[in-house]
């Protein structure tokens, strides 16, 4: 079966640091990839998504993100982090026996400090 | 426009009502969802409708019952819930993305539910 592993529980930064949230799956096959975000107080909102081409994945808000089909990753980056990107982070993968299935991670809460 | 609307944003209820939650979509997506998120966690999938019809139920408590009236609507009947029951309830809507053949799902606020 499909899985999704976070392993950033917790992540703390400072204003303008770098962000770097893992997200590994299991799947060997074709997969859609989905990156959410959660702010506080506000509901799940679509990041960025891979379907297939270009492994770097362009989202909003200045995030991006890498497939990285030989390591079973899809890792989200942003190169400089705001105080407003205090957030909970999802990522997510299509359950392949069943598209309409989204398989979350457990998420990874990001505190940033100004 | 990828707006997923729901109704109440908070309930609380006894154990002993029943009670609705609302969801809306009005960009003719084939697919609805029932979702339950407790703090800190990721949401977890209760029911799927696809075109009006029940297509997932994930072993989900026969005191919630959900209907899909029709294509834009989606409900949740709340029956003899306990206080574990307490949590976020979102609906998520999803159409194939003609772009990328993709399906993506759109989420709504969210009812955040209190079982006293």
């Known amino acids: 079966a499909q899985s999704v592993s976070q392993h950033n529980h917790h992540v703390i930064l400072s204003e303008a640091a770098s962000l770097e949230l893992g997200c590994n799956y299991s799947y060997g096959g074709t997969v859609n990839l989905f990156w959410y975000v959660q702010y506080p107080g506000q509901h799940l909102q679509l990041l960025l998504k891979?379907?297939?081409?270009?492994?770097l994945v362009k989202g909003i808000k200045g995030f991006e993100a890498e497939f990285i089909k030989s390591k079973f990753s899809f890792n989200l980056r942003k190169p400089s982090v705001q105080w407003s990107d205090t957030a909970e982070y999802f990522c997510?993968?299509?359950?392949?026996?069943?598209?309409?299935?989204?398989?979350f991670g457990t998420g990874t809460r990001l505190q940033v400090f100004p | 426009d990828t707006e997923v609307t729901q109704t109440p944003k908070h309930l609380v209820m006894g154990m002993t009502n029943k009670k609705s939650l609302k969801c809306e979509q009005h960009?003719?997506?084939?697919?609805m969802y029932w979702y339950k998120q407790k703090a800190k966690k990721p949401p977890e999938l209760m029911f799927v409708?696809?075109?009006?019809?029940?297509?997932i139920n994930e072993s989900v408590p026969s005191r919630f019952s959900p209907e899909c009236p029709n294509s834009s609507l989606l409900n949740l009947h709340l029956h003899a819930l306990q206080p574990e029951d307490s949590a976020l309830y979102l609906c998520?809507?999803?159409?194939?993305?003609?772009?990328?053949?993709?399906?993506?799902?759109?989420f709504g606020p969210g009812t955040r539910l209190t079982v006293l």
């Open positions: 891979y379907f297939s081409g270009d492994p």
């Open positions: 960009m003719g997506h084939r697919a």
């Open positions: 998520a809507s999803s159409h194939e993305d003609e772009r990328d053949y993709t399906d993506t799902q759109y």
């Open positions: 409708y696809s075109y009006e019809k029940l297509s």
């Open positions: 997510a993968v299509n359950d392949p026996a069943d598209t309409d299935k989204l398989i």
